[in-house]
């Protein structure tokens, strides 16, 4: 029997990825679960797939009116939530010559500050005792060519853990950030990463491999966790050893 059937948790971007194995993770240990997204469609596929516990509402990361309304929707559905996913990201090769303004904006609009808006209009509907987990990413301290504003809208997440977690601690809320390396996810595609250079990047991995979704959702259910009871304001890593790695990059 659950001992977490009484908990609730926002995830962000909860339609795919990372995002809806970390939904699924949090459904297993008992918790309701709200997943968010740009594409009404997609989530509610994602919702009906994900079965009891799970509910579903359009909200755009890039919009204030959005997240606002997301907001609302949560206090008047639930009250109160125990755990936040900022999990919602996006991601476009280019290098510093080749970055287009659009690439630049949407990046550090969706990452950056629609995470921070987000966080900053939930806050106060998070539990004393609960958590805010940041989806950031390796990126933010590797330098990582062809990757210099999103590594930099990630850096900005991890400076947002820090200050938030000395923030939100008198209300014993925890801040923390996950910094993955390659995972498999439909984000690459979205990128157009071709084969050959997810087998390039798998090389330069410690562990020879990308990560599965299933291994960052299981660090982030951690985290929420009483277990999890004494870190905040961390950064941990789930990259397979790439960001000690003399070759990563
Ligand atoms: N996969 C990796 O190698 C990797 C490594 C390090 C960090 N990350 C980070 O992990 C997070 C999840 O990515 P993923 O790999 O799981 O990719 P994914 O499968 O593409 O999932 C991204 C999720 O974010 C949502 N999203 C994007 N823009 C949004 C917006 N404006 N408003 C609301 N939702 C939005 C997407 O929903 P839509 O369907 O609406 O687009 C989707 O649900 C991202 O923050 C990414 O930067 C990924």
């Known amino acids: 029997m659950s001992t977490n059937q009484e908990k609730t948790v926002v995830v962000t971007g909860g339609n795919s990825g990372i995002g809806y194995a970390t939904a699924e993770e949090f459904l297993k240990k008992g918790y309701k679960v ?120 990630k850096a900005a997440v991890n400076a947002l853990v820090r200050t938030l977690s000395r923030e939100l601690a008198p209300k014993k809320i925890r801040v923390n950030g996950v910094n993955p390396g390659p995972v498999s996810t439909p984000i690459l595609d979205k990128a157009n990463v071709e084969a050959s250079a997810v087998d390039h990047i798998s090389n330069l991995i410690p562990l020879k491999r990308m990560g599965y979704p299933s291994e960052i959702a299981k660090l982030v259910t951690f985290l929420a966790s009483p277990d999890a009871s004494f870190i905040t304001g961390a950064e941990i890593n789930a990259d397979g050893g790439m960001a000690v790695h003399p070759m990563a990059g």
Do not use: C, W
């Open 34 to 153: 709200l997943i968010t997204g740009r594409n009404t469609s997609l989530i509610e596929k994602a919702v009906q797939q994900l079965g009891e516990g799970a509910a579903g509402v359009t909200a755009d990361q890039l919009s204030l009116t959005d997240i606002k309304s997301l907001a609302e929707f949560i206090r008047h559905r639930y009250g109160k939530i125990d755990a936040l996913f900022l999990n919602a990201g996006i991601f476009a090769f280019a290098s510093v010559e080749d970055t287009t303004e659009e690439q630049f904006d949407s990046m550090m609009d969706i990452n950056f500050k629609g995470a921070f808006f987000t966080a900053q209009q939930l806050i106060p509907l998070i539990n004393e005792g609960g958590s805010i987990t940041f989806l950031s990413s390796i990126h933010a301290d590797t330098g990582m060519p062809n990757s210099s504003v999103y590594s930099a809208s």
